[in-house]
């Protein structure tokens, strides 16, 4: 919280230097380990909770509706290979995955446009003689 109400800050201070407000996109982001218990049934919920809660930050603040989005990636947008090359899942790699995105645009975008990272990530993963990965599109 504490980071993001000094980006908040920020971007609060930017408008005011420009005379424009920002449209802000929140994008939550999850690794790929499945929920199995608890208050979020998938990690669809999870990330779009993540995002919700960095938006209702921005609202508390006095940002306008209609210049906020919040979109849930669940674990499709991964930052970091969640599996090292020999198969077990890497602990770092997958904090990494556990994030929100903030995109801040120009009042005049009327699209939210995909980041280049958008492509799922690949690794290749030693499972015996004959395994085979094919590489990322």
């Not at 208050?39 to 993540?50: D, I, M, Q, V």
């Not at 020999?86 to 120009?106: F, Q």
Request: hydrophobic content about 40%; aromatic content about 6%.
């Amino acid at each position: 919280q504490e980071v993001l109400n000094r980006l908040i800050n920020g971007i609060t201070a930017r408008q005011k230097d420009e005379k424009q407000k920002f449209k802000i996109v929140v994008e939550g982001h999850t690794d790929n380990r499945p929920i199995l218990a608890g208050t979020f049934p998938s990690n669809w919920e999870l990330s779009g909770a993540r995002a919700a809660r960095v938006v209702r930050m921005f609202l508390d603040r006095g940002y306008e509706p209609d210049h906020l989005t919040a979109i849930a990636y669940a674990d499709t947008r991964p930052a970091a290979v969640e599996r090292t090359p020999a198969g077990t899942l890497d602990e770092a790699a997958m904090a990494k995955n556990r994030r929100v995105v903030l995109r801040i645009m120009r009042p005049s975008a009327d699209s939210i446009p995909f980041a280049e990272s958008a492509k799922p990530l690949t690794a290749k993963v030693d499972t015996g003689p004959d395994s085979r990965v094919a590489p990322p599109a």
